[in-house]
């Protein structure tokens, strides 16, 4: 299982007390570097060897934003894949369903950016903003 984005490697310490062997890869050092002791490998996302790897499952949650473009990304996921393999994509989006659209629309448009400005290290990206780009559901 490879764990795409993995940050401080959560999903790949709970992944593997379920007994699986989970892979952690992340572009960023400093989530890296913040990795528990008792995370799974963990490595950084450009060290992974060439060639077909054999995963049969692959992830990547709340991260497809920090991808200028999709395309090669999915490719290269879908690459590592042995066939029949797993892809799983978590991500924010926009509620098709008005209601819930507005307090969508409420609480990533106002209240994540006052949270953001009220924390000293700095203003988080807006989900809601940062996803804008991603093609609709249906697409993927």
Known sequence: MLDLACGT????????SAGHHPIGMDLSWG??????ADAPLVQPMHCGPGGQWVHRWCDLWFALR????LEPFLDEMVRVLRPGGR?????VDRPLNPLLRVGHNLYFG??????G????????????????????????
């Open 9 to 16: 490697g959560d999903l790949c310490r709970d992944l593997k």
């Open 110 to 115: 106002r209240v994540v950016p006052l949270v």
């Open 87 to 91: 892809i799983a994509l978590l991500e």
């Open 117 to 140: 400005v009220c924390c000293p290290t700095g203003t988080p990206t807006v989900p809601s903003r940062s996803v804008a780009y991603l093609p609709p559901e249906e697409e993927f």
């Open 31 to 36: 989530m890296l570097a913040a990795a528990r």
């Open 66 to 69: 920090n991808f200028a473009s």
